[in-house]
């Protein structure tokens, strides 16, 4: 039984034998163009955002999707960041220049720069969605172990009842000359977004899993887990919660 989350007509072509089904939606550059343009929440602006959250003097590591341009401009204004992101076609863009500061897994980080390095971690709202419960309180222990004994995690987390009532019915758009069909569907504490193309002979299918979390069930993961935390922000289609390590 084909336990791929495909819903309506991406489902239908899902079971076609010329339709290609892609388990990794990061495996094709259009799918990822879109994904990252549907999963934007505009509310605030990240950059604002960093600078008034993050010091210089601090050693930072961003966990997860980040924008490219985003990442060189602080850089360049003297933030001491590093980056975690194991997706190669999600770190294009970013200079040469910093390119030593970006990681493919956290374990390649603890060998280089030891245990405890980071005064702060960010989680982006992208990075949260990608785990299950379980998964999200495991994550949230092991990534102790980076941070100094003072260190903080930053978090940025997708408002769960704003993505309920505001799911994408199937819609269409043009990317890199080619027609690409996307929809989303609530299921449970899961958002399933869905998405097709087609290009010439070239037709795919593929899939995307976000975990819907409120910031009450963050700040319970975060006391079983030995932090204390605080919301910094929050808004319509996104919360910021601060977290401090403890002992």
Not at 55 to 73: A, H, I, M, Q
Not at 107 to 133: C, H, Q, W
């Amino acid at each position: 039984m084909d336990e791929r989350p495909l819903f309506g007509p991406f489902s239908r072509k899902g079971s076609y034998s010329r339709v290609e089904v892609l388990d990794n939606l990061f495996a094709d550059d259009r799918f990822v163009a879109l994904y990252q343009e549907t999963v934007a929440l505009p509310e605030i602006d990240e950059l604002m955002l960093y600078r008034r959250y993050l010091r210089k003097e601090d050693r930072v590591l961003l966990y997860g999707t980040f924008s490219p341009d985003l990442f060189n401009t602080l850089c360049q204004e003297g933030y001491d960041l590093y980056l975690v992101e194991p997706e190669l076609n999600r770190i294009t863009g970013i200079s040469s220049r910093y390119m030593d500061r970006v990681y493919g897994l956290s374990n390649e980080l603890v060998d280089v720069m030891g245990s405890g390095a980071f005064d702060k971690i960010v989680l982006p709202g992208t990075t949260i969605a990608r785990y299950s419960r379980g998964e999200l309180l495991l994550f949230f222990r092991n990534v102790r172990q980076l941070l100094t004994p003072a260190g903080q995690l930053l978090v940025n987390i997708h408002n769960a009842r704003y993505l309920k009532t505001h799911v994408q019915p199937i819609a269409s758009r043009r990317i890199q000359d080619c027609t690409l069909f996307y929809g989303q569907k609530v299921d449970r504490n899961r958002l399933i977004f869905n998405l097709y193309l087609k290009s010439g002979n070239d037709e795919k299918v593929s899939y995307a899993i976000e975990h819907l979390y409120e910031p009450d069930t963050l700040f319970e993961f975060a006391k079983l887990s030995r932090y204390t935390g605080r919301t910094l922000y929050a808004g319509k289609t996104v919360s910021i919660l601060e977290l401090d390590k403890i002992g």
